[in-house]
């Protein structure tokens, strides 16, 4: 069965720091891109970072830019997210997704599309 | 960045309804738009991909339509287990997925 299982989750102080995990079973994520998403109490789901395939690039939201790096580890087929400078507006489920492409055969991709998500792992940043 | 407004963000309605959700980009996003459900305590699960791509596994009461920056979520006949939170998320942006806001559909 493929899954993925986010943890590294906890209380923090602010300015403080952690390193979420979202480590995959049943299938190779360095074949796919895989994005980490949150989501604060009763609101909704905010992009945050993005790995593409083969860990060949990155990208982070302006909201976490400088603070939060995302990076992969084929051997132990697991992305992470280095969480530093942590502020109480960071509190959140955190959730990682895999990103597969809907390709046609000419090579022309048609959708991509979160398939396969975590269950979360919640991220509370209070003194 | 491409903006993405759902409406209604909730809505109410009775078993075995029509619904409906809309989803507008703030500008074209070429097809690269999804549908998600999320009921509460779980992680999100697509539904359409696509636009118009039904996810495997999933009920076929689930419908998605539009183009360019006009999308729409149908459920043609309403389910107690329908209720949850829907989203919708464009792709077409790389690297930045964006969500809608969200809507909430109660019976």
Known sequence: EEQLVESGGGLVQPGGSLRLSCAASGFAL????????????????????????????????????????????????????????????????YYCARVTRWEQPTGTIRARFCDLWGRGTLVSVSS | DIQMTQSPSSLSASIGDRV?????ASQTINNFLNWYQQKPGKAPKVLIYGTSNLQSGVPSRFSGSGSGTDFTLTITSLQPEDVAIYYCQQTYSIPMYTFGQGTRLEI
Request: net charge positive; aromatic share 10%; hydrophobic share 35%.
């Open chain 1, 30 to 93: 360095k074949n796919y891109g895989v994005i980490w998403v949150r989501q604060t109490p009763g609101k909704g789901l905010e992009w945050l970072s993005h790995i593409r395939s083969g860990n060949t690039s990155i990208y982070h939201a302006d909201s976490v830019k400088g603070r939060f790096s995302i990076f992969g580890d084929k051997a132990k087929n697991s992305v992470f997210l280095e969480m530093n400078s942590l502020r109480v507006e960071d509190t959140a489920v």
């Open chain 2, 20 to 24: 409906t959700i809309t989803c507008r």
